[in-house]
Structures are given as structure tokens and as C-alpha cells.
């Protein structure tokens, strides 16, 4: 069975004897791995990617945000005031919303 780096760092440092264990490898491994992903100018940052996503209207003053249809993959109800003229943004998920009015 392969192994991912992280998981056998765990695996050693559970093996040491002692009941604290030293995170700093799996730290370090995971800072290493988010610093290669930031330096592929090819892929679109997550803010990128959201703002790609038009606002959405919505009839009523406040909008319930829960970032996804499916609870497992969303986040906390976040009830959102639609009061303003520009679009409010969910502090979750960042996705946007505006009131539509019918006027």
C-alpha cells in the first residue's frame, strides 16, 4: 500500500513513544505543498474562480447562504441582508447576492 508523505510522517511520529506528537513535519509539508500550488500562474486563485460566479438575484430582503444544495459540501446558514444596493457577499463562501427589485 502506497503512502502519501504526510500520512507516513504521522504514522513515525506515532510510533516515537511518547503521547505528544511533532507536527511540525506535517506543517512544513503542507506549507510546502500550498507554496507550489500559489506559484502555477496558470491556475485561477479561489477568489478568481468565485468571482466568476454572476450575483444572484433574489426576490426577498434577506437570502439564507448555506454555499451548496448539498449540506455535506456547503457551510453554516448564513442569512444575508439584501438592503444594500450593491451586491452582499457571503463571508462563507463569497458567493454574491442582489435584491431584484419589481418596480
Not at 6 to 11: A, F, G, Q
Not at 36 to 56: A, F, G, R, T, Y
Amino acid at each position: 500500500m502506497a503512502y502519501s508523505g504526510v500520512l507516513k510522517t504521522l504514522i513515525r511520529s506515532s510510533y516515537l513513544g511518547s503521547t505528544t506528537r511533532n507536527f511540525s513535519l506535517v506543517s512544513s509539508q503542507i506549507s510546502n505543498h500550498t507554496a507550489k500550488w500559489m506559484q502555477d500562474s496558470s491556475k485561477k486563485s479561489p477568489m478568481e474562480l468565485i468571482n466568476e460566479v454572476p450575483p444572484i438575484k433574489v426576490e426577498g430582503r434577506i437570502v439564507a447562504c448555506e454555499g451548496d444544495n448539498n449540506p455535506a459540501l456547503g457551510h453554516p446558514i448564513e442569512f444575508i441582508c439584501l438592503d444594500l444596493k450593491e451586491p452582499a457577499v457571503c463571508k462563507y463562501c463569497g458567493l454574491r447576492y442582489v435584491q431584484e427589485h419589481h418596480h
